[in-house]
């Protein structure tokens, strides 16, 4: 990356110049030309240019011809610059990067080279054979992405200084205490601005440790092989063939949810309609997904999101049959299927009875349901964006180089204590915990402690996951998403046993930030059931502030005030009333009642 080669892509101070005088006088000769000129044939042709020459030169100063001069060849030579650098560009052999980290292809945000098998997706043909033409609009589509890219690209500022990173001097400070706010508050984040986030976006994918190729098993006729064993989505892997899972080499084949089709979403459970499979194929790049399923939460609009995202960043909504019906009680999806920031995909056939475990098949498949997809944000649906998914990668994964990035619990640290506070808050059967930590603890699960450093927590706060989709990531993930559908739905207790097990083969963990951070590029809000709950209670009594009597009023309960005297109806009730408050006091604070 190199200032100088980004004078190609953005406007200098001659550019400036340029659109500036553009429109105005042609480029002035010197003054003997002029003279020169007035003997020419005519005033059409080359004599014609010549006396028109003459006659400018008659009317403009020596000092503005010079300057239209100077103006001229600075826009001469900065067009030719431009070219050359231009068809350079064009001329450069695939995956050579510019200065923001694209290639001419714009990176993978046009071209998919990258997929959790290693291989290219072919776009063009059909959607596994049932008749869907994808070629021409995969073309279509792939070229005005190209040129919307490139505009947006020369709107950049006319540099990026990345010889010091902006944020290298800040310093954590926790959260302010608040003695009126003891829980979980965000604390402050330093992020770059989105060019230069773009700046630092790493040329190419990251490395995967050991695994290199990662393909997925599937099967028609699936048969449970043991008690316990998962579910038919998830293909009903044994025990051998979960052990084997993490024997990590070159090349694998897992288990990983879609087990009854080769394509994810057609006839596998958790169906999707071909038009939005297709436009969830277009996705390239980067995608910020989240769902609700059961009419579980209320759908929260992004908020701060650059120009540059809402173009390049494919934002997903997934929702069940329920909670489509409701939403169209209160909103217009219309035929783009679009609401707000979100593309919406109605899922049909969902695997599991449980709304929240249907919410762990996109939560953890991202990978799968978008295949050309480089980097993910994940967020669940309580949840409100409010920072722009490139100031999240930058900042979770590219400025730590890590590919995989999630909160830890702002509380618990240790699985056993996640265990109980899942019992005591009925999250789950209390059976299905207590069996799902004894199978943990036969296999080496202990407490977490400072032994276990540099691992900072054995319990996420799984609602937000920031990840890079590579073959060691999607295995992770896999792995995770097999937990949850063996065990319970609560993926907080599977995701340390999963990730100590990848640990110890190859060097390679996920990233822990704190839940604070978090906080900050996500807004929390109610479910719906608990917000609905909150609008039907009816509001607290308010009641009327008493009038204050005057000093003396005060000083004498059995009078009125100097100038109006109470009645005496209040008076008697008064006297009565200090009466029973003497007798109940005479017999040890109890009151006796004549019925």
């Known amino acids: 990356m190199s200032g100088g080669a980004s004078l190609g892509l953005r406007s200098s101070g001659s550019y400036g110049s340029l659109q500036q005088f553009n429109g105005q006088s042609p480029p002035l000769a010197p003054r003997k030309l002029g003279k020169m000129s007035l003997g020419g044939g005519g005033v059409g042709g080359r004599g014609g240019e010549r006396l028109l020459f003459a006659r400018i030169c ?18 001469v ?8 650098l231009v068809s350079k560009d064009e001329d450069a052999p695939p995956g050579i990067e510019t200065m923001l980290g694209f290639s001419d292809h714009v990176r993978s945000f046009v071209n998919p080279v990258w997929t959790s098998s290693g291989r290219p997706i072919i776009q063009g043909g059909s959607l596994g054979g049932n008749g869907l033409n994808t070629a021409s609009q995969t073309e279509k589509h792939s070229g005005s992405s190209h040129e919307k890219l490139r505009g947006l690209l020369r709107s950049f500022p006319p540099a990026v200084d990345l010889e010091h990173h902006p944020c290298e001097n800040f310093s954590f400070s926790p959260p302010p205490t608040d003695k009126k706010r003891t829980g979980p508050r965000p604390c402050p984040v330093c992020y770059v601005p989105v060019e230069q986030a773009l700046a630092l976006m790493p040329d190419a994918p990251s490395a995967s440790p050991v695994l290199r190729s990662l393909n997925y098993l599937f099967e028609d006729n699936l048969i449970s092989k043991e008690s316990n064993s998962g579910s038919l989505f ?23 949810g879609f087990a009854r089709g080769k394509i994810p979403g057609v006839n596998t459970g958790f169906d999707i309609d071909e038009a939005d499979l297709f436009d969830m194929w277009q996705c390239q790049g980067i995608v910020v997904a989240s769902a609700i399923f059961g009419n579980y939460d209320i759908m929260q609009q992004p908020e701060n999101i650059s120009t540059f995202s809402k173009d390049t ?5 997934f929702l069940d049959e329920e909670t489509e019906a409701a939403i169209k009680n209160t ?33 953890l498949l991202l990978h799968r349901l978008f295949p ?23 900042r979770f994964l590219w400025r730590k180089n890590v590919t995989f990035a999630i909160s830890r619990h702002y509380r618990r640290f240790d699985v056993f204590e996640e265990a109980e506070a899942n019992k005591v808050g009925g999250k789950y059967d209390n059976a299905s915990i207590d069996y799902q930590i004894e199978f943990y603890k036969r296999e080496g699960l202990t407490h977490y402690s400072s032994s276990k450093l540099p691992i900072t927590s054995d319990v996420p706060e799984g609602c937000v996951i920031i990840r ?22 609560r993926d907080q207790l599977s995701f340390s046993t999963v990730r100590d097990k990848i640990r110890t083969r190859v060097n390679w963990t996920a990233d822990m930030f704190l839940d604070c951070e978090r906080r900050d590029f996500v807004v ?3 479910h719906r059931e608990l917000w609905e709950q909150i609008l039907r209670s009816p509001p607290p009594v308010r009641l009327q502030p008493r009038k204050m009597l005057p000093d003396n009023a005060a000083k004498e309960p059995g009078k009125g005030p100097a100038t109006k005297r109470l009645p005496a109806k209040r008076t008697r009730d008064k006297k009565s009333g200090s009466k029973r408050a003497h007798r109940s006091r005479a017999n040890g604070g109890k009151e006796f009642i004549p019925l």
């Open 372 to 394: 050309n997809v480089q980097y993910s944000v994940w967020i669940d649906g309580k949840l409100k964006l409010v920072r722009d998914p490139y100031q999240l990668l930058e």
């Open 331 to 363: 909103t217009t999806i219309g035929n783009i299927k679009r609401i707000g920031l979100w593309r919406v995909v109605v899922v049909h056939n969902l695997p599991y009875s449980d709304a929240r475990r249907n919410g762990k098949v996109p939560k």
């Open 234 to 256: 998830g293909g009903y892997p044994s025990l051998e063939e979960r052990d084997k899972s993490y024997n990590i080499k070159d090349s694998m084949t897992v288990h990983c």
């Open 77 to 84: 030579v900065f067009c030719f610059l431009f070219s050359s």
């Open 58 to 75: 008659k009317l403009t100063s020596r000092r503005r011809r010079m300057l239209l001069l100077l103006l001229v060849a600075a826009a």
């Open 468 to 489: 890079e989709h590579i073959p060691i990531t999607n295995l992770f993930t896999c792995l995770w998403f097999n937990e949850v559908d063996r065990f319970t739905s």
């Open 524 to 526: 929390q809000a109610y």
């Open 313 to 317: 960043v494919c934002f997903f909504m």
